[in-house]
């Protein structure tokens, strides 16, 4: 017998059928004498819709307000997998994150996990019954409702899976695997067997929407193993893994994107000591991330151009923050621009193999792209570039590494 985590994704739960179809799933599992937790998300589009009304109603709104509205949807669908199971003759209850509970952090809309006391879930699993969860949600201090960030569910069930101790941590999506790159993008794309969870968590970080990063992260502390394979056609999926684990590396080992960026560029700031602590120092204060960032040689010595990227989602914010220090930064003009996409190349070969970077750079000149913001970490290099460009890019980049399926 194994205690087994299963997750399913708002494509795997997006109509009756289709939680009927992963109610037939839990089923097997069950039969075969395994112990289940099931973590599901919301249909696909409900969360965007629940996101999108609170916009309409304000848009800088109250992030507590914005979390109680944007978790019902997973409540919705735990309860339904658990009629539907019940319905099948099998023993099924939901759960709600705060009925677990499942504590969280206080920073609303993308908290982190604290703790997840499994007592009572264990007790009721021992008696013989499926614990249907609800992912992306848990309960903040002051008993309000929290959810984990989009794509949480992820990291609901990785975080269960490392509590419960559990043999497995399955996440079954819309896809049948972890992808060199996209396969809804590239249509070569190759499925990977084994991913160590290094890669994979760069990758979710750059993009890969696969996988929540937050998951990987949980997965890679607690040693989880994380399997991600496919809701609808039955096949081996990938495994999320240590590296010892992957006889064959390659050097690099996936491609990804992000639309979720946008370019922010302060003209004519200040060139002195201490701009960069006043210009970031209140965008982290407003729990605005920032991520790439250059800064122009200053042709006078005196002012420069500063040009960084933040979340689109924060781009308003942000926005605001830096007019509102605008006469204590200095600066003449504040240029925003949201038409714009980060395309990364990871591979823990990069640590020992140079020229990489160089083959990007070459191959996306070739293609008569323009490389406006450059960063790199240990096993990735990320450019950003026009948005328009992004099928382009990732189809060449995809090529030029050899990664081509056959
Ligand atoms: P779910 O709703 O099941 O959580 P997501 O939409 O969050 O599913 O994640 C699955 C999607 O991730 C796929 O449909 C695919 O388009 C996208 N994706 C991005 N990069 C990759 C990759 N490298 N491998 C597989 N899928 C990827
Ligand atoms: N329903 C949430 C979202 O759409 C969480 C998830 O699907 O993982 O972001
Ligand atoms: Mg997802």
Not at 178 to 204: G, Q, S
Request: charged letters at 25%.
């Amino acid at each position: 017998m194994a205690r087994i985590v299963m997750k399913f994704g708002g494509t795997s739960v997006g109509d009756i059928d289709r939680i009927k179809n992963v109610a037939r799933r839990v089923q097997r599992e069950v039969a075969a004498g395994n112990e289940v937790a099931v973590v599901l998300s919301a249909m696909s589009g409900v969360t965007n819709q629940l996101v999108e009304w609170c916009k309409q109603m304000a848009p800088l709104h109250d992030q507590k307000e914005y979390d109680t509205v944007v978790a019902t949807g997973e409540q919705v669908t735990v309860g339904l997998l658990a009629i539907g199971l019940q319905e099948m003759g099998i023993k099924a209850r939901s759960w709600c994150g705060w009925q677990v509970p499942i504590r969280t952090d206080a920073t609303h809309g993308k908290a982190r996990i604290d703790s997840i006391d499994t007592t009572e879930m264990l007790a009721d699993m021992a008696a013989g019954s499926v614990a249907v969860v609800a992912g992306f949600q848990g309960i903040a201090p002051g008993n309000r409702i929290a959810t984990l960030g989009r794509g949480g569910s992820d990291t609901s069930a990785v975080a269960l899976a490392a509590a419960l101790k559990a043999d497995r941590c399955d996440i079954y999506t819309d896809v049948d695997g972890v992808y060199t790159t996209d396969p809804r993008i590239v249509a070569k794309a190759r499925k990977l067997d084994k991913i160590t969870y290094e890669e994979m968590l760069e990758l979710a970080s750059v993009g890969a929407k696969v996988l929540q990063t937050r998951s990987v992260e949980m997965a890679m502390k607690h040693h989880v193993r994380v399997q991600v394979l496919s809701s609808f056609v039955d096949a081996p999926g990938t495994l999320v893994c240590d590296e010892d684990e992957i006889v064959e590396k390659e050097l690099v080992s996936g491609i990804a994107y992000s639309r979720d960026e946008a370019k922010i560029t302060l003209v004519r700031v200040a060139d002195r000591p201490g701009v960069a602590a006043a210009i970031f120092g209140p965008l982290a204060e407003a729990a605005v991330n920032v991520d790439m960032i250059v800064q122009n040689v200053s042709e006078d010595g005196k002012s420069t151009d500063l040009t960084f990227t933040v979340g689109r989602a924060d781009l308003d914010r942000a926005r605001k923050v830096i007019e509102d220090n605008k006469s204590s930064l200095g600066f003449e003009g504040l240029v925003a621009d949201a038409n714009v996409v980060k395309v990364s190349v990871v591979g823990v070969g990069m640590r020992s193999h140079a020229g990489i970077a160089q083959k990007m750079f070459q191959t996306l000149a070739a293609e008569g792209i323009n490389i406006q913001v450059i960063s790199t970490s240990e096993i990735k290099i990320s450019v950003l570039i026009e948005e328009k460009y992004t099928e382009l890019a990732l189809r060449a980049l995809h090529t030029a590494y050899g990664l081509d399926a056959a």
